[in-house]
């Protein structure tokens, strides 16, 4: 069966420090990945997505970036933090019947 | 540009009442639909999905969904709720049986009242 794996679940990171977070997928193969920001009180905001290996897309101009440097691995990362990177983080890959979302990164800059 | 709204900030229901989340979407081709639970500081997990065909759509936890084309709505409905059912829910939209960048309203809260 097809599982996501999201870490650390939790973060506390001061301010200029770096960022990475990991999200790995089991079950699949070419798997389209996203990694979502959610605030407090706000919505799902998409960040980046990847149809595949090396491949990409930004949605939002940011201080973060993505990389995908194998099939079923997709790592967010930042290299200083800004107070406004703190959120809930979300890792998700995408089939033909939807999406299926990690447990999340509560990520506190401080 | 595709986009979603949810108009319900925060719901408060007793509990057995009855309960409608509205969800209202724009999007230029066949829409794909979805309805996602959201537990406090957890993961989104899926409740239902519109392809195609009955627009009545039966999802997990008794809830349910009709897509209105002519209304642009896709709203939740469960006859009677539980306690557990406090969450978030969020409504989204795609193309490509979901298999692209789904957009996602802002959400509603849930809070069951005994």
Known sequence: S?????WPATLVQPVGSPLSLECTVEGTSNPNLYWYRQAAGR???????SVGIGQISSEVPQNLSASRPQD???ILSSKKLLLSDSGFYLCAWSESEGYTFGSGTRLTVV | ??????????????????????????YGATPYLFWYVQSPGQG?????????GDTLVQGIKGFEAEFKRSQSSFNLRKPSVHWSDAAEYFCAVGGNFGNEKLTFGTGTRLTIIP
């Not at chain 2, 979603?4 to 900030?9: C, H, L, S």
């Open chain 2, 1 to 26: 540009a595709q986009s979603v709204t949810q108009p319900d900030i925060h719901i408060t229901v007793s509990e057995g009442a009855s309960l409608e989340l509205r969800c209202n979407y724009s």
């Open chain 1, 2 to 6: 097809q599982t996501i794996h999201q």
């Open chain 1, 43 to 49: 919505g799902l905001q998409l960040l980046f997505y």
């Open chain 1, 72 to 74: 079923r691995q997709f």
């Open chain 2, 44 to 52: 989104l997990q899926l409740l239902l999905k519109y392809f195609s």
